[in-house]
C-alpha cells in the first residue's frame, strides 16, 4: 500500500540555522509529490510540488526539495530559517493517472519545526 | 485569501445536534474533498467530488453526510456526532482531481461535547 513517512516529529533548529526535513514514500511509481505547511489554527498552504523534470523545484518563502528516485525520497530544505517558519510540514504523494483511491493525496504525520532565536 | 473559505471557524455541538460544515471554492476547480485532522494522525481523506460525483467514501460514519450541490460548494451534514469526532475539519479543491495539487480552507474547528 502507498505510504508517506515523516521520521521526525519535531525539529527545533536556531534562527539563521539550515533546515533540512526528511520525506520518504512507498509507491509503485513515481508519483507526484507535494509539501505543505500548516501554522496553527490554519489550513495548509502548499511550498512546492513535483511532478518530472529537474529534481531539484524551488518552492514560495525560499524553501527547495529534492526528488531522489533511487532513495525514495522527497526532502525540504532551506538554507537560513526564520522564526516565522516556526509552523508543521507535511509531505503528500498523489498520482492522478491512477484512475482509482490509490491516487488520491496521501499525507505524513507532519513533522512540527521550532526555531530558537 | 486563500480561494477556498470555511464556515463556521468553530462550532461547538452536543451529540444530539444537527449542524452543517460549509465550504466554498473561487478558483473554479473542478475536484473537492473533506479531510479530518485529528491530533497525532496524519490527515485523514473522507470524501472525494469530482465534477460534482462523489468518487470517494473512505468507510466514513453514515453520522457524516456529504453533500455537493455543484462545483462551487461543499457541505458536511453532521449529525448525533460523537466526543471522537472533535477535530479540525478541512476542505480542499483541486483543478486537475485527485493526486494533484490541492488548495486548503482554514477549517473548522469542531467540538462535541
Known amino acids: 500500500a502507498q505510504s508517506v513517512t515523516q521520521p521526525d516529529i519535531h525539529i527545533t533548529v536556531s534562527e539563521g540555522a539550515s533546515l533540512e526535513l526528511r520525506c520518504n514514500y512507498s509507491y509503485g511509481a513515481t508519483p507526484y509529490l507535494f509539501w505543505y505547511v500548516q501554522s496553527p489554527g490554519q489550513g495548509l498552504q502548499l511550498l512546492l510540488k513535483y511532478f518530472s523534470g529537474d529534481t531539484l523545484v524551488q518552492g514560495i518563502k525560499g524553501f527547495e526539495a529534492e526528488f531522489k528516485r533511487s532513495q525514495s525520497s522527497f526532502n525540504l530544505r532551506k538554507p537560513s530559517v526564520h522564526w516565522s517558519d516556526a509552523a508543521e510540514y507535511f509531505c503528500a504523494v498523489g498520482d492522478p493517472l491512477d484512475g482509482g483511491s490509490q491516487g488520491n493525496l496521501i499525507f505524513g504525520k507532519g513533522t512540527k519545526l521550532s526555531v530558537k532565536p | 485569501e486563500t480561494g477556498v473559505t470555511q464556515t463556521p471557524r468553530h462550532l461547538v455541538m452536543g451529540m444530539t445536534n444537527k449542524k452543517s460544515l460549509k465550504c466554498e471554492q473561487h478558483l473554479g476547480h473542478n475536484a473537492m474533498y473533506w479531510y479530518k485532522q485529528s491530533a497525532k494522525k496524519p490527515l485523514e481523506l473522507m470524501f472525494v467530488?469530482?465534477?460534482?460525483?462523489?468518487?470517494e467514501n473512505n468507510s466514513v460514519p453514515s453520522r457524516f453526510s456529504p453533500e455537493c450541490p455543484n462545483s462551487s460548494h461543499l457541505f458536511l451534514h453532521l449529525h448525533t456526532l460523537q466526543p471522537e469526532d472533535s477535530a479540525l475539519y478541512l476542505c480542499a479543491s483541486s483543478q486537475e482531481g485527485p493526486g494533484t495539487e490541492a488548495f486548503f480552507g482554514q477549517g473548522t474547528r469542531l467540538t462535541v461535547v
Open positions: 467530488y469530482n465534477f460534482k460525483e462523489q468518487t
